[in-house]
């Protein structure tokens, strides 16, 4: 939950700002100049915002496009990133975005026509090939969606440009809004899983696994195109009858031949946010697991590693054919 509202001078009277605050009216509310003022001093405390994250509603003014990190995406020539928002309602253990900003509040950009532009001008650049853009990479791209309204502007934009392919990753089951519009085959929704102990365990906040089934059912069953993320796999004892206890109740609903693509990749993170996020939570296990550093890279020794890859790709392609399947190369 929200426990007050942030909002820049400049967007105090911007319409998407208006809708929030009709839909947020009990909150207090703080005018502020700039979001950094809120969001990127030094001397705050991650774990406790995390409890009682306030909204910062602001106005990106730059970088509303950006080519995404080696690695991240489906293999397409040209990948670039967008986020409308900073930060998750989530509260999963193993998610950089703790290691990367000072800040739990949630920042929301109401300016949606400047990055709508930018995505146009993108993809004027590749007239005669697929561009993908992908939401989802510092937030969660549907969670927060009846207060963002994200969808609303950001699917049809999508739509209206031949060349233009989008990502939405989530964890979330808000699709309703998906629901009302028209499906476009270019707009691909990625649902991210982890089996189901290192849910329980990590995933704080995060809808059961059997709920975002459900919401990648009713997605398929309209005509939309879904996509699965397995990642990251989580190493813990029983992870492989984990694993493939999940798959079996992902594919107990989902046909696999009405996927899009799906990806699997081990838990790994930068040494420099392995470090942050291990300090926030001295006591938790996953931290005090054997890892190993490769190239600025922090996760699970070599060998462990490619058995916990092999093994579930192993299982994996019994359901899916190969064609879709993208082994995750980023390193977030």
């Not at 009302?180 to 995060?206: M, N, W, Y």
């Not at 694993?243 to 420099?272: A, W, Y």
Request: proline share 6%; glycine share 4%; with cysteine.
């Amino acid at each position: 939950m929200v426990s007050s509202i942030y909002i820049e001078s400049e967007v105090r009277d911007h319409p998407r700002t208006r809708k929030i605050l009709e839909r947020m009216r009990n909150l207090p509310i703080i005018e502020i100049e700039q979001y950094g003022e809120v969001f990127n001093p030094r001397a705050q405390n991650f774990r406790l915002q995390k409890k009682n994250p306030a909204l910062i509603i602001a106005r990106k003014n730059k970088g509303h496009v950006l080519a995404a990190p080696e690695g991240y995406g489906l293999g397409g020539p040209h990948n670039y990133y967008f986020s409308h928002m900073l930060n998750c309602i989530y509260d999963c253990r193993y998610c950089f975005l703790q290691g990367m900003y000072q800040s739990a509040h949630q920042i929301l950009f109401v300016n949606y026509e400047d990055f709508g532009e930018q995505i146009r001008q993108v993809a004027a650049r590749h007239p005669e090939q697929a561009v993908w853009f992908y939401s989802g990479y510092d937030c969660d791209s549907l969670a927060n969606e009846p207060m963002s309204r994200f969808t609303d502007y950001f699917l049809p934009l999508v739509t209206s440009v031949d060349n233009a392919w989008m990502e939405l990753r989530t964890k979330s089951t808000q699709v309703r809004s998906m629901l009302k519009l028209e499906p476009c085959k270019r707009i691909v929704t990625a649902f991210s899983f982890t089996d189901p102990v290192s849910h329980q365990k990590l995933e704080h906040g995060v809808p059961s696994i059997a709920k975002r089934i459900g919401a990648m059912r009713r997605l398929v069953d309209a005509g939309w195109t879904v996509g699965l993320r397995f990642d990251p796999v989580v190493y813990h004892k029983d992870y492989q009858t984990a694993f493939v206890k999940l798959l079996d109740q992902v594919f107990d609903t989902i046909d696999p031949q009405k996927l899009h693509s799906v990806s699997l990749g081990n838990f790994r993170l930068t040494r420099d946010h392995f470090r942050k996020v291990a300090r926030l939570y001295p006591e938790e296990p996953l931290f005090a697991q054997e890892m190993t550093l490769d190239n600025g890279i922090i996760s699970y020794p070599h060998e462990r590693e490619q058995e916990m890859i092999e093994y579930c790709e192993l299982q994996l392609l019994k359901y899916i054919p190969r064609q879709c399947y993208h082994p995750c190369e980023w390193h977030g």
